[in-house]
């Protein structure tokens, strides 16, 4: 994946990494084939939150925004029960 798309400092890098997520992962389930969730408006700046799986099925809650051209990730954490039972129905409808 081109991290160039991508915001990344050491703040949200340590912030991804404290719910045990790497930064590789949230970009994963960003460009898969994701599940919108919520969009929101917050401060004036505009927040999508996705569940998706990473390419080793690890399915994860990412929230982001765009700065730019770039994707800035808030958060990332593995999704509540609720969320992880919405998701896995969501996946199991036929197209």
């Known amino acids: 994946m081109d991290d160039s798309l991508f915001d990344w400092d050491s703040a949200n890098i340590a912030h991804i990494a404290e ?3 790497t930064p590789e992962e949230a970009g994963e ?3 898969g084939d994701p599940m919108e969730l919520d969009f929101d ?3 004036g700046e505009e927040r ?3 569940v998706g799986e ?3 099925g690890r399915v994860l809650t990412v929230l982001f925004t765009t700065r730019g051209e770039q994707i800035r ?3 990332a954490f593995v999704p509540s029960p ?3 039972r919405i998701y896995l129905e969501w ?3 036929p197209l």
């Open 29 to 31: 389930v960003v460009f």
């Open 48 to 50: 999508w939150t996705y």
């Open 91 to 93: 996946r199991a409808k």
């Open 19 to 21: 719910h045990g997520v």
């Open 54 to 56: 990473s390419r080793a």
């Open 73 to 75: 990730v808030v958060t």
């Open 82 to 84: 609720m969320r992880m």
């Open 41 to 43: 408006v917050e401060s």
